[in-house]
């Protein structure tokens, strides 16, 4: 009987460099809201997305591309980008053969983590399309590492939560002996049948909807498989395209 591959869960990017992301799938998380509106974005005919880690390099590459320069800073839209980082904005009208070129507090820094750190196989994962990342990582028979992107470097609990909804489908298929796995599935198990009246205690839920009133987004960001794409990072071209 042939060994199955390992499932790791790094519930920080402060945490990544303790995993080996080598010959690995790498998910990157960050459900409230980069990886759901990555999602909604491709699903609804974005060209392709470029991910980048500053304001200024958006700002620069997406005049470079005729894109759009997107994305935010502590939750809201920075000075510079022309859209935010509400996945609700990229309708199909809006977005449909554009290019978006996106930087966040977190998600789009921990992509640009694991790839300073080795990993060539990086996808990003949400709610939104939580069952093409986990088929994915049941067909791709890797070593897979869910990269949880949280907050400042701090570990929240929505990212954490999908983790454990990717776990729930997949760990059948894989060798798992991983605290934070084991967490994160028995979070996700005991809030399944309600995920928004769960999400209400979180910290990034009250910055979210108490100062900015993104309600929408919050119930979109947990709704599975309303966005069924799978982003898949393009090492070589630097972008994430439809896999």
Same mark, same amino acid.
């Given at each position: 009987?042939?060994?199955?591959? !390992?499932?790791?869960? *790094?519930?920080?990017? *402060?945490?990544?460099?303790?995993?080996?992301?080598?010959? &690995?799938? @790498? @998910?990157? +998380?960050?459900?409230?809201? #980069? !990886?759901?509106? $990555?999602?909604?974005?491709?699903?609804?005919?974005?060209?392709?997305? $470029? =991910? @980048?880690?500053?304001?200024?390099?958006?700002?620069?590459?997406?005049?470079?591309?005729?894109? $759009? #320069?997107?994305?935010?800073?502590?939750?809201? %839209?920075?000075?510079?980008?022309?859209?935010?980082?509400? =996945?609700?904005?990229?309708?199909?009208?809006?977005?449909?053969?554009? +290019?978006?070129?996106?930087?966040? !507090?977190?998600?789009?820094?921990? %992509?640009?983590?694991?790839? #300073?750190?080795? #990993?060539?196989?990086? $996808? &990003?994962?949400?709610? =939104?399309?939580?069952?093409?990342?986990?088929?994915?990582?049941?067909?791709?028979?890797?070593?897979?590492?869910?990269?949880?992107?949280?907050?400042?470097? /701090?570990?929240?609990?929505?990212?954490?939560?999908?983790?454990?909804?990717?776990?729930? /489908?997949?760990?059948?298929?894989?060798?798992?002996?991983?605290?934070?796995?084991?967490?994160?599935?028995?979070?996700?198990?005991?809030?399944?049948?309600?995920?928004?009246?769960?999400?209400?205690?979180?910290?990034?839920?009250?910055? %979210?909807?108490? /100062?900015?009133?993104? +309600?929408?987004?919050?119930?979109?960001?947990?709704?599975?498989? @309303?966005?069924?794409?799978? =982003?898949?990072?393009?090492?070589?071209?630097?972008?994430?395209?439809?896999?």
């Amino acid at each position: 009987m042939s060994q199955k591959p !390992t499932l790791f869960t *790094s519930l920080s990017p *402060s945490l990544l460099h303790l995993y080996d992301v080598k010959d &690995t799938v @790498v @998910v990157v +998380i960050d459900v409230f809201r #980069a !990886t759901s509106t $990555i999602a909604a974005a491709l699903y609804n005919g974005a060209k392709y997305i $470029i =991910p @980048v880690d500053t304001v200024p390099k958006a700002v620069e590459i997406s005049n470079a591309v005729s894109g $759009i #320069a997107a994305g935010e800073r502590d939750g809201k %839209l920075a000075e510079g980008l022309s859209h935010g980082n509400s =996945p609700l904005e990229y309708t199909r009208d809006f977005i449909e053969d554009k +290019i978006l070129v996106l930087t966040t !507090t977190n998600g789009t820094k921990l %992509l640009h983590m694991a790839l #300073a750190n080795g #990993a060539d196989d990086i $996808i &990003t994962g949400s709610f =939104p399309n939580l069952s093409l990342v986990c088929n994915y990582l049941t067909s791709q028979n890797k070593n897979a590492i869910l990269a949880c992107a949280g907050w400042k470097d /701090r570990f929240n609990m929505e990212d954490t939560l999908f983790a454990g909804a990717v776990i729930h /489908r997949v760990k059948e298929h894989f060798t798992i002996h991983c605290d934070s796995s084991f967490m994160a599935e028995n979070m996700y198990a005991q809030n399944k049948n309600d995920l928004l009246s769960f999400a209400r205690n979180f910290t990034h839920y009250h910055r %979210l909807v108490n /100062r900015f009133g993104y +309600i929408a987004d919050i119930d979109f960001c947990l709704t599975e498989d @309303v966005a069924d794409v799978l =982003p898949l990072y393009k090492y070589k071209e630097e972008k994430l395209v439809r896999g």
